[in-house]
Protein backbone atom coordinates (compact mmCIF):
# COMPACT_ATOMS: atom_id res chain seq x y z
CA UNK A 1 0.00 0.00 0.00
CA UNK A 2 1.17 3.60 -0.40
CA UNK A 3 1.24 5.23 3.34
CA UNK A 4 1.20 8.98 3.16
CA UNK A 5 2.86 10.81 5.81
CA UNK A 6 2.51 14.76 7.20
CA UNK A 7 5.22 15.38 9.33
CA UNK A 8 4.11 18.88 10.88
CA UNK A 9 6.58 19.45 13.83
CA UNK A 10 9.68 21.92 13.20
CA UNK A 11 11.51 20.04 16.05
CA UNK A 12 13.61 17.65 14.35
CA UNK A 13 14.04 14.64 16.35
CA UNK A 14 11.31 15.83 18.48
CA UNK A 15 8.54 13.74 20.04
CA UNK A 16 6.10 13.65 17.44
CA UNK A 17 9.16 12.82 15.04
CA UNK A 18 9.82 10.08 17.31
CA UNK A 19 6.18 8.55 17.44
CA UNK A 20 5.99 9.11 13.85
CA UNK A 21 9.43 6.92 13.20
CA UNK A 22 8.32 4.21 15.15
CA UNK A 23 4.68 4.05 13.45
CA UNK A 24 6.97 4.22 9.91
CA UNK A 25 9.45 1.70 11.06
CA UNK A 26 6.61 -1.12 11.53
CA UNK A 27 4.95 -0.01 8.61
CA UNK A 28 8.30 0.03 6.06
CA UNK A 29 8.75 -3.36 8.16
CA UNK A 30 5.79 -5.09 6.62
CA UNK A 31 6.61 -3.76 3.33
CA UNK A 32 4.40 -0.96 2.43
CA UNK A 33 5.55 2.11 0.31
CA UNK A 34 6.14 5.73 2.53
CA UNK A 35 5.62 8.97 0.98
CA UNK A 36 7.04 11.46 3.93
CA UNK A 37 6.20 14.92 3.73
CA UNK A 38 8.12 17.44 6.18
CA UNK A 39 5.58 20.17 6.17
CA UNK A 40 8.44 23.00 7.78
CA UNK A 41 11.04 22.31 4.89
CA UNK A 42 8.35 23.05 2.46
CA UNK A 43 7.00 25.91 0.50
CA UNK A 44 3.54 25.46 0.79
CA UNK A 45 1.43 29.35 0.96
CA UNK A 46 -1.47 29.75 2.95
CA UNK A 47 -4.81 29.18 0.52
CA UNK A 48 -5.49 32.54 -1.02
CA UNK A 49 -9.58 31.75 -0.87
CA UNK A 50 -9.43 33.30 -4.68
CA UNK A 51 -12.00 30.41 -5.65
CA UNK A 52 -9.94 29.21 -8.17
CA UNK A 53 -11.06 25.60 -7.22
CA UNK A 54 -14.36 25.91 -7.17
CA UNK A 55 -15.15 25.01 -11.05
CA UNK A 56 -11.98 22.97 -11.12
CA UNK A 57 -11.10 20.66 -8.25
CA UNK A 58 -7.81 22.06 -8.86
CA UNK A 59 -5.53 24.51 -7.27
CA UNK A 60 -4.41 27.22 -8.87
CA UNK A 61 -1.39 27.97 -6.45
CA UNK A 62 1.78 26.40 -8.12
CA UNK A 63 3.94 25.98 -5.22
CA UNK A 64 4.90 22.32 -2.74
CA UNK A 65 1.56 21.83 -2.19
CA UNK A 66 0.96 20.03 -5.83
CA UNK A 67 2.98 16.66 -4.85
CA UNK A 68 1.44 16.88 -1.94
CA UNK A 69 -2.26 16.79 -3.11
CA UNK A 70 -1.36 14.07 -5.66
CA UNK A 71 0.15 12.22 -3.52
CA UNK A 72 -3.25 12.54 -1.43
CA UNK A 73 -5.03 11.42 -4.73
CA UNK A 74 -3.44 8.19 -4.54
CA UNK A 75 -3.00 7.46 -1.04
CA UNK A 76 -4.70 3.88 0.61
CA UNK A 77 -3.59 5.17 4.00
CA UNK A 78 -2.99 8.76 5.44
CA UNK A 79 -0.81 10.08 8.65
CA UNK A 80 -0.90 12.89 10.19
CA UNK A 81 1.59 13.73 13.08
CA UNK A 82 1.58 17.40 14.77
CA UNK A 83 2.64 18.77 18.01
CA UNK A 84 -0.09 20.52 19.87
CA UNK A 85 0.44 24.50 19.65
CA UNK A 86 -1.70 27.03 20.86
CA UNK A 87 -4.40 24.01 21.51
CA UNK A 88 -4.53 23.59 18.13
CA UNK A 89 -2.46 21.45 15.35
CA UNK A 90 0.66 23.17 14.37
CA UNK A 91 0.62 25.84 11.57
CA UNK A 92 2.71 23.76 9.06
CA UNK A 93 -0.09 21.11 9.22
CA UNK A 94 -3.15 23.83 8.90
CA UNK A 95 -1.65 25.59 6.48
CA UNK A 96 -1.57 22.00 4.59
CA UNK A 97 -4.48 21.43 5.26
CA UNK A 98 -6.58 24.64 4.22
CA UNK A 99 -4.89 24.34 1.19
CA UNK A 100 -7.46 20.57 0.54
CA UNK A 101 -10.13 23.28 -0.08
CA UNK A 102 -9.66 22.43 -3.45
CA UNK A 103 -10.66 18.67 -2.61
CA UNK A 104 -13.56 20.15 -0.77
CA UNK A 105 -14.78 21.62 -3.76
CA UNK A 106 -14.15 18.24 -5.75
CA UNK A 107 -16.23 16.49 -3.26
CA UNK A 108 -18.74 18.76 -2.88
CA UNK A 109 -19.25 21.24 -5.23
CA UNK A 110 -18.10 18.91 -8.20
CA UNK A 111 -19.71 15.57 -6.64
CA UNK A 112 -16.41 13.76 -7.18
CA UNK A 113 -15.15 12.14 -4.17
CA UNK A 114 -11.84 10.72 -4.47
CA UNK A 115 -12.25 7.04 -5.57
CA UNK A 116 -11.85 4.53 -2.22
CA UNK A 117 -9.38 1.92 -4.08
CA UNK A 118 -9.13 -1.67 -3.62
CA UNK A 119 -7.31 -1.39 -0.31
CA UNK A 120 -9.79 1.50 0.80
CA UNK A 121 -8.57 5.07 2.48
CA UNK A 122 -8.21 4.98 6.05
CA UNK A 123 -6.29 7.57 8.25
CA UNK A 124 -4.25 8.13 11.71
CA UNK A 125 -4.04 11.26 13.67
CA UNK A 126 -0.61 11.30 15.83
CA UNK A 127 -0.90 14.65 18.63
CA UNK A 128 1.95 15.39 21.25
CA UNK A 129 0.82 18.19 23.70
CA UNK A 130 3.38 19.58 26.51
CA UNK A 131 0.54 20.45 28.84
CA UNK A 132 -1.84 18.13 30.97
CA UNK A 133 -4.79 20.03 29.47
CA UNK A 134 -6.78 18.02 26.77
CA UNK A 135 -8.13 21.09 25.01
CA UNK A 136 -5.15 20.70 22.44
CA UNK A 137 -6.19 17.07 21.18
CA UNK A 138 -10.17 18.08 20.77
CA UNK A 139 -9.29 21.76 19.21
CA UNK A 140 -6.78 18.82 16.97
CA UNK A 141 -9.36 16.29 16.51
CA UNK A 142 -11.93 17.72 15.58
CA UNK A 143 -9.46 19.99 12.70
CA UNK A 144 -8.30 16.41 11.48
CA UNK A 145 -11.84 15.23 10.69
CA UNK A 146 -12.35 17.95 8.56
CA UNK A 147 -9.16 17.17 6.33
CA UNK A 148 -10.02 13.34 6.46
CA UNK A 149 -13.54 13.31 5.65
CA UNK A 150 -12.79 16.40 2.67
CA UNK A 151 -10.40 13.95 1.10
CA UNK A 152 -12.34 10.95 1.77
CA UNK A 153 -10.61 9.06 4.21
CA UNK A 154 -14.16 7.98 5.68
CA UNK A 155 -12.26 6.69 9.02
CA UNK A 156 -9.45 7.45 10.97
CA UNK A 157 -7.76 6.47 14.57
CA UNK A 158 -6.22 9.45 16.79
CA UNK A 159 -3.70 8.87 19.19
CA UNK A 160 -2.84 11.85 21.71
CA UNK A 161 -0.04 12.34 24.66
CA UNK A 162 -0.23 15.21 26.58
CA UNK A 163 2.14 16.46 29.86
CA UNK A 164 5.14 15.83 26.89
CA UNK A 165 7.35 18.73 26.95
CA UNK A 166 11.32 18.82 26.27
CA UNK A 167 12.71 17.90 23.13
CA UNK A 168 13.02 13.81 23.44
CA UNK A 169 10.58 13.89 26.78
CA UNK A 170 8.22 11.34 24.78
CA UNK A 171 11.34 8.24 25.34
CA UNK A 172 10.05 8.48 28.89
CA UNK A 173 6.10 7.65 28.64
CA UNK A 174 5.31 4.43 29.94
CA UNK A 175 3.38 3.44 26.82
CA UNK A 176 3.43 5.71 23.76
CA UNK A 177 5.84 3.95 21.64
CA UNK A 178 3.67 0.55 22.41
CA UNK A 179 0.61 2.82 21.47
CA UNK A 180 1.95 4.07 18.13
CA UNK A 181 3.12 0.60 16.53
CA UNK A 182 -0.15 -1.16 17.53
CA UNK A 183 -2.04 1.70 16.07
CA UNK A 184 0.56 1.61 13.00
CA UNK A 185 -0.57 -2.05 12.64
CA UNK A 186 -4.45 -1.46 13.21
CA UNK A 187 -3.47 1.23 10.47
CA UNK A 188 -1.97 -1.15 7.45
CA UNK A 189 -3.96 -4.37 9.07
CA UNK A 190 -2.83 -7.89 10.37
CA UNK A 191 -2.56 -9.80 6.69
CA UNK A 192 -2.39 -6.90 4.23
CA UNK A 193 -0.14 -7.65 1.89
CA UNK A 194 1.46 -4.54 0.26
C1 LIG B 1 4.44 27.68 19.77
C2 LIG B 1 4.13 26.58 20.74
C3 LIG B 1 2.85 26.48 21.26
C4 LIG B 1 2.52 25.43 22.12
N1 LIG B 1 1.23 25.33 22.57
C5 LIG B 1 0.85 24.25 23.29
C6 LIG B 1 -0.52 24.07 23.68
O1 LIG B 1 -1.39 24.88 23.41
N2 LIG B 1 -0.85 22.94 24.35
C7 LIG B 1 0.07 21.99 24.67
O2 LIG B 1 -0.30 20.95 25.24
N3 LIG B 1 1.39 22.13 24.33
C8 LIG B 1 1.80 23.23 23.65
N4 LIG B 1 3.12 23.39 23.26
C9 LIG B 1 4.10 22.37 23.66
C10 LIG B 1 4.35 21.33 22.56
O3 LIG B 1 3.14 20.74 22.13
C11 LIG B 1 5.27 20.24 23.12
O4 LIG B 1 6.52 20.79 23.46
C12 LIG B 1 5.48 19.08 22.17
O5 LIG B 1 6.16 18.04 22.83
C13 LIG B 1 6.26 19.49 20.93
O6 LIG B 1 6.40 18.37 20.07
P1 LIG B 1 7.69 18.17 19.11
O7 LIG B 1 8.85 17.84 20.00
O8 LIG B 1 7.30 17.08 18.23
O9 LIG B 1 7.85 19.45 18.37
C14 LIG B 1 3.50 24.46 22.47
C15 LIG B 1 4.79 24.59 21.96
C16 LIG B 1 5.12 25.63 21.10
C17 LIG B 1 6.52 25.75 20.55
Redo the contacts with the bound molecule.
Keep these: MKIVTFYG ?3 KG ?4 LLLNEALKLIRDAGHEIIRFDLNDMNIRPCQDCGGCETTGECVVDDDMSPVADAIRVADRIIVAS ?6 LSAQTKIMMDRCQAFWCEKYLLKQPIPEGPKGRLGLLIL ?4 K ?1 DI ?1 LKCAEATAKAFFRTISVPHHETIGF ?1 N ?4 G ?2 AGHPTAFEDVRKAAQALIGKDEES
Design positions: SPRGNTDPIFFFAVGGMQGLVDSKAV
